[in-house]
């Protein structure tokens, strides 16, 4: 790498440092130039504004995203894409503050959640406070990657404090330059939107140059440069997929609630149509900057192989590299650009929310400027903004001391995002959530930022410390990167999950704990409703241009005073005195924020340094206020369904709603204020309200319970109908409140209710009907389906029959490695198709419940020993080894069900072990060996095994195999039917095969089990009861070698053969196969054919029927009657029935006739075999 280190050290240090302030000052001339345009040249121009949200794109997206694509090989960020999905589809959110931040005239997202919660100063300072440490480390992140690049670019290699402080202390100066010529923060700053869209345009265009050179002059195009990607080795870094939707929920976020971004989206916008604009223009910026940011990361990785370089700086040292030093240094102002609209942006965004939120309600606490004699403070204001600036880059210079030894841009960039997040809940909250409190968004943001604090930030600078790696005070569950037990998160994605979870939790539970003021009340009216509440205020003109002229300029207060004498007269009127305060209101909450100017105003309006006709105005207004109280408790009083009596501690009526009077039906005028309950309780007795022998000893009852404080509950019916629930309660200072409901409609309800009861036997039983009619249909339905599956297995399997015949009679006579092969292929496709009908049939049996089992008592041996006969054939000829380890024992179950599992079971080790998938490769699935593991063929053999383990009551049957494993999610669902694994989907089959299996077990009652570990291998395994007995001695040979089709090809028989098939084809197929054979062919396709048949002077010495024949015949009653025929009285021919239907009673039929049965499709090795045993 010496020679390339001399390569970089070509460029001069005072050369990129001129071109540095060059461009600063071109920066700086553009601000200037776009702050003298008139503002409506601006509204014309929505590119603008779009342009300058790609502050959002820092150095991070210039050479943090190549680094990032480098080790992942994705394109496009994350973060991004949660950025487009936030423009795109979180329109209405952004519309909704856009419109809340323009009525308001508020300044910041600090000031815009503060606004919310009754302009709290301490909502105020809590985001102010988590938008500083959030985005100081961002800031360190730009100023490291301007150092870098620039000691990268000259060759000094220093890394020193040197270039970071210079940098730091340049773009202090430049901050205050482009944000503290004016006061008021909530007024567009066009110079800075087009100093940030300008340079948005830079470093697009130097990304894109670069990117060009790495494609097409470095490389020869994308085809090139992909094809040399593909000989790269694999990175062994990778991002999960919690990783990958930690960073889209964080772009959502942050795209919206990143203080510079927040800013320059809501604050710098001046009308809805610029952010309509920019729904579309934003995302597509974004979709540019990253379109070479895939090549870039591939050019770097060919060139600098092995790892030599920091992927970080591919951007900067491919044109280094060769020699472009012109484009090296046109990569380091793109870089310059990207950092320094960063940097400015946030600090000026920073220092605003510092000074309003936090300093400037400090500074007026002090006695010496909260006096009314203080001068104006718009000079000592815009210093402490320039102050703030200063402290802010300082701070971040000295943490980016601190992080020098990180080698990523993105993990401390990530880690800021996470802590900017925690505003968010607060955020949404305050547009959606009307139950939302101050209490609950300040602890919800504080608990998340310590949850924040304790998983990412102190892990992150402390990564060996004891209670990191092992847990607070040694407890496992509370370490910090696995808090309580979660594991497999990356520490971003834990972060992120635990401090929202802790943010959201401590929100909402509060806020529905906590009460809401009346100024939360309001303001949720302002956001959630987006209502304008007029606010009482009673200051005078001359108060309110003291105000402004105190924290504005004398300007500023001369306006006012002459907006006041163009109202004239009509100042006297409240919407003119009021229209005043909010023009005040507005114009200080531009400049000390909507929190600041809540405490000024409130600390004018209650001063108590003021003459006495001002002393009295307050009381009236005091005086005002309770009577409005009063007034507004009255009405909701007299507008509630239930009517109130209060009665004092002397059982005198004192207070009564209009609903009272209804409800007991009182004359006009009778109740009065002072009125004895006695009186009026009497009355009711008069009237007949009250009837009975002891009327008047409840009168008198009813008093002492009423003076001892007793409460009462009782319903008493009125003269009209009506009833009437009446509730008393004692009060705490003496008396007695009583309530009055109407609830006649409820005891109507209750009178329903229980005639209803009385005929809901009559209902259960009809419904019970309805049920057992329904159950009878659904069960004739599903009978019905059965006999149709049986139907079309038997009319489907026919044509399938004929065709593997003629395929395997075409193998065996064709000469022609090309034919032969074609023919393979046509056997193979066939017994896919005979394979999904033979599963489709067999799981809708099971699941019809008609398949009925046969419990018996039978050797495991003569089982396993025609299972491993069948497989041993099938094993050499995929070239799988198969192992089995047969045993002697006794076992209870259904021989044939139980076969089936295990038939199953090692059907699927050798169907998708990889020698097995791909020697069943069809025409119909020629890419099945893309899907299995990529395994090396000269050190690999696919193996299984069968065995039996013997357990205390029962035998365990284990089919086991060294193929690719079943991932550990995937091992409940591929029992279900139609499950399959992603890698296999290339194999032939329905996925039908365990779910037979698990269906049949059932029907069995026996267990199956699953161990399966990916990439090295399965286990199945069925246990089965054990019978404990004297077993029969186990016959070895019953394992025996079988004859390969080659060696049974030549064999003849010189014997006549009645075949009987209502199907043509199958009928064909079955005669030329045993003519092939040697055989003399007689053929029938009915009763009277084959009695034609008998007529010949050849006799036939075997008889192949099929079951189901036309007319609902079947073959084995028409066999029995042709054998009644008197030319088989000296010599009976023996018998094949063949059917493809699945039922159990046409083997019994077959079984009892004493004839042999074949289950189509009909094999021509199985044929041949029984034909020879017969014969």
Not at 513 to 533: I, P, T
Not at 779 to 792: D, G, M, V, W, Y
Not at 932 to 937: I, R, T, Y
């Amino acid at each position: 790498m010496g020679n390339i280190l001399l390569a970089w050290l070509s460029v001069d240090t005072w050369w990129i440092s001129v071109i540095s302030i060059a461009y600063l000052a071109v920066l700086f001339i553009v601000a200037q130039w776009g702050q003298n345009q008139a503002i409506d040249q601006w509204r014309k121009r929505p590119w603008v504004y779009s342009l300058s949200l790609g502050v959002c794109c820092t150095s991070w997206a210039f050479y943090g995203t190549v680094g990032q694509a480098a080790t992942t090989g994705a394109w496009l960020a994350p973060i991004y894409i949660g950025s487009i999905i936030c423009l795109v589809l979180a329109w209405p959110m952004l519309m909704r503050t856009l419109q809340i931040i323009k009525s308001q005239n508020l300044t910041s997202i600090a000031d815009f959640i503060a606004c919310r919660f009754d302009r709290s100063p301490k909502i105020a300072a809590s985001v102010a406070m988590v938008s500083l440490f959030g985005t100081i480390p961002y800031i360190a992140l730009q100023l490291r990657a301007i150092s870098t690049s620039f000691d990268l670019l000259t060759g000094t290699f220093q890394s020193g404090i040197s270039t970071a402080f210079i940098v730091t202390i340049v773009l202090i100066i430049f901050s205050i330059l482009f944000g503290t010529r004016q006061l008021s923060a909530s007024k567009q700053n066009q110079g800075l939107v087009l100093a940030i869209a300008f340079s948005s345009i830079v470093k697009l265009f130097a990304l894109t140059t670069v990117g060009l050179f790495a494609t097409f002059y470095v490389f020869d195009g994308f085809s090139d440069l992909l094809a040399r990607g593909q000989h790269l080795p694999p990175s062994s870094e990778g991002n999960s997929l919690y990783f990958v939707l930690s960073q889209i929920l964080l772009g959502a976020i942050t795209i919206y609630a990143l203080p510079q971004e927040f800013h320059m989206m809501m604050i710098e916008n001046h009308h809805a149509k610029e952010l309509k604009a920019a729904r579309w223009m934003v995302p597509l910026y974004l979709l540019l900057i990253n379109a070479f940011v895939l090549p870039i990361a591939l050019a770097g990785q060919i060139s600098f192989p092995g790892g030599s370089v920091d992927a970080d700086t591919y951007v900067l040292t491919l044109p280094l590299f060769y020699q472009q030093a012109w484009l090296g240094i046109l990569v380091y102002i793109g870089g310059l650009a990207a950092a320094t609209a960063m940097v400015i942006v946030a600090a000026i965004v920073l220092s605003t929310m510092i000074s309003t939120e936090i300093l400037t309600p400090l500074l007026l606490r002090l006695p010496k400027f909260s006096s009314q004699q203080t001068p104006q403070l718009a000079g000592i204001l815009l210093n402490l903004r320039r102050i703030s600036i200063a402290a802010i880059l300082l701070s971040a210079f000295a943490f980016e001391r601190y992080i020098d030894q990180q080698n990523h841009l993105a993990s401390i960039g990530l880690l800021s995002f996470v802590l900017l997040s925690q505003f968010f809940p607060a955020a949404v909250g305050a547009l959606y959530w009307r139950r939302a409190t101050t209490q609950g968004a300040f602890w919800g943001m504080l608990m998340g930022s310590l949850v924040w604090l304790y998983t990412l930030l102190l892990p992150a600078t402390f990564p060996d410390a004891l209670w990191v790696t092992q847990g607070l005070l040694n407890i496992p569950w509370l370490t910090p990167t696995a808090l309580f037990g979660l594991t497999g998160l990356d520490n971003i994605s834990h972060g992120l999950l635990y401090s929202l979870l802790a943010n959201v939790g401590c929100f909402v539970l509060i806020s529905l704990l906590k009460e809401q003021s009346v100024g939360e009340v309001l303001q949720a009216d302002v956001f959630v409703n987006r209502k304008q509440v007029a606010l009482e205020r009673h200051l005078s003109v001359e108060d309110l241009a003291s105000l402004l002229h105190r924290f504005i300029n004398k300007e500023e207060a001369d306006a006012l005073q002459a907006r006041a004498k163009v109202l004239g007269s009509e100042l006297q009127l409240a919407t003119r005195r009021e229209e005043l305060v909010d023009y005040t209101r507005l114009k200080l909450s531009g400049v000390l924020g909507s929190a600041s100017t809540r405490m000024v105003m409130n600390a004018a309006s209650r001063s108590q340094q003021v003459p006495l006709e001002d002393v009295v105005s307050i009381v009236d207004e005091a005086n005002q206020i309770f009577e409005f109280n009063r007034e507004l408790l009255q009405s909701g009083v007299e507008n509630i369904e239930q009517g109130i009596s209060v009665v004092d501690a002397d059982m005198r009526l004192v207070a009564w709603n209009k609903r009272y009077i209804e409800l007991l039906d009182y004359p006009k005028d009778y109740v009065k204020a002072g009125i004895p309950i006695e009186t009026l309780l009497r009355f009711n007795i008069e009237r007949g309200i009250i009837v009975g022998d002891e009327a008047h000893e409840l009168v008198e009852k009813r008093l002492a319970h009423m003076r001892s404080g007793s409460p009462h509950h009782f319903q008493r019916t009125m003269l009209d109908g009506k009833v009437l629930e009446i509730r008393g309660q004692a009060m705490p200072g003496g008396g007695f409140v009583s309530t009055f409901t109407d609830i006649t409609a409820h005891i109507q309800a209750e009178k329903a209710l229980q005639l209803a009861n009385e005929t809901l036997e009559k209902r259960v039983e009809s419904r019970t009907r309805e049920l057992a009619k329904a159950k009878a249909e659904a069960e004739a339905a599903n009978s019905s389906k059965t006999r149709f599956l049986a139907a079309a297995s038997h009319d489907l399997m026919q044509p399938f029959n004929a065709l593997t015949l003629f395929t395997e009679m075409l193998k065996q006579r064709v000469t022609s490695t090309e034919l032969k092969d074609l023919a393979t292929h046509i056997e193979a496709s066939l017994n896919v198709v005979e394979s999904l009908l033979s599963d489709l049939v067999e799981i809708s049996r099971l699941d019809s419940s008609s398949l009925k089992t046969e419990q018996s008592q039978f050797a495991l041996n003569d089982l396993l020993s025609t299972l491993v006969n069948e497989f041993k054939v099938l094993s050499a000829e995929q070239g799988i080894d198969f192992s089995y380890q047969l045993s002697s024992c006794l076992v209870q179950s259904d021989q044939r069900l139980l076969r089936r599992i295990i038939q199953n079971f090692l059907s699927n080790a050798f169907h998708y072990s990889p020698a097995g998938a791909v020697n069943r490769q069809t025409p119909l699935s020629l890419n099945a060996s893309a899907a299995l593991p990529k395994l090396s063929q000269a050190d690999f053999v696919p193996k299984v095994l069968l065995g039996v383990r013997r357990l205390e009551h029962s035998l365990l049957i284990q089919v086991w195999d060294n193929g690719p494993g079943i991932p550990q999610d995937k091992q409940q669902a591929i029992f279900g039917e139609f499950e399959r694994l992603e890698q296999t989907r290339e194999i032939p089959g329905l996925g039908l095969g365990l779910a037979i299996c698990d269906r049949i077990a059932k029907l069995l009652g026996l267990k199956i089990a699953l161990h399966s570990e990916v990439g090295k291998g399965t286990c199945f395994s069925v246990e089965v009861p054990r019978v404990f007995a004297q077993a029969k001695p186990s016959n070895p040979s019953n394992v025996v070698k079988l004859r390969s089709e080659e060696e049974g090809a030549n064999d003849s028989f010189n014997i006549s053969v009645l075949v009987i098939d209502n199907d043509e084809l199958m009928l064909k197929a079955i005669s030329s196969l045993l003519l092939g054979w040697g055989c003399h062919v007689l053929t029938a396709r009915d009763k009277a054919s084959a009695e034609q048949q008998l007529t010949q002077q050849v006799l036939p010495k075997l008889i192949i029927a099929d079951y189901h024949l036309d007319d609902d015949q079947n073959g084995v009653d028409l066999v029995q009657s042709l054998l009644t025929h008197p030319v088989f009285s000296s010599q009976r021919p023996t018998c094949i029935i063949c059917s493809a239907d699945p039922s159990e009673s046409v083997r019994q039929h077959t079984s009892s006739a004493q004839f042999s049965f074949v289950r189509k499709p009909v094999k021509a090795t199985a044929l041949k075999r029984l034909i020879k045993q017969l014969s």
